[in-house]
């Protein structure tokens, strides 16, 4: 059950954060890849600023969607 609560976590914070960066999602696989990642990249950056964001499932989709638009906007950058 952990591993399709994880995707599930990624498709929401893929999509999230392709609506807030890029005004649309990226697709079920494409969100799913940018929440799980953003995911990771959330759980490496923040602890080491001193945020907590907090347990739970409404907390794992926020940090998610932090580190999916921390992804994001670095691709963008990357772009152009």
């Not at 999230?16 to 969100?31: D, H």
């Not at 953003?38 to 001193?50: K, N, V």
């Given at each position: 059950?952990g591993?399709?609560?994880?995707?599930?976590?990624?498709?929401?914070?893929?999509?999230?954060?392709?609506?807030?960066?890029?005004?649309?999602?990226?697709?079920?696989?494409?969100?799913?890849?940018?929440?799980?990642?953003?995911a990771?990249?959330?759980?490496?950056?923040?602890?080491?600023?001193?945020?907590?964001?907090?347990?739970?499932?409404?907390?794992?989709?926020?940090?998610?969607?932090?580190?999916?638009?921390?992804?994001?906007?670095?691709?963008?950058?990357?772009?152009?």
């Amino acid at each position: 059950m952990g591993v399709i609560a994880w995707l599930l976590v990624g498709a929401i914070a893929g999509w999230l954060a392709g609506l807030i960066m890029k005004g649309g999602g990226f697709g079920l696989i494409g969100n799913i890849l940018v929440g799980v990642v953003g995911a990771l990249i959330a759980g490496a950056i923040l602890p080491r600023l001193g945020l907590y964001i907090g347990g739970g499932l409404l907390g794992d989709i926020l940090n998610a969607v932090i580190g999916a638009c921390i992804l994001l906007f670095i691709i963008g950058l990357v772009k152009k």
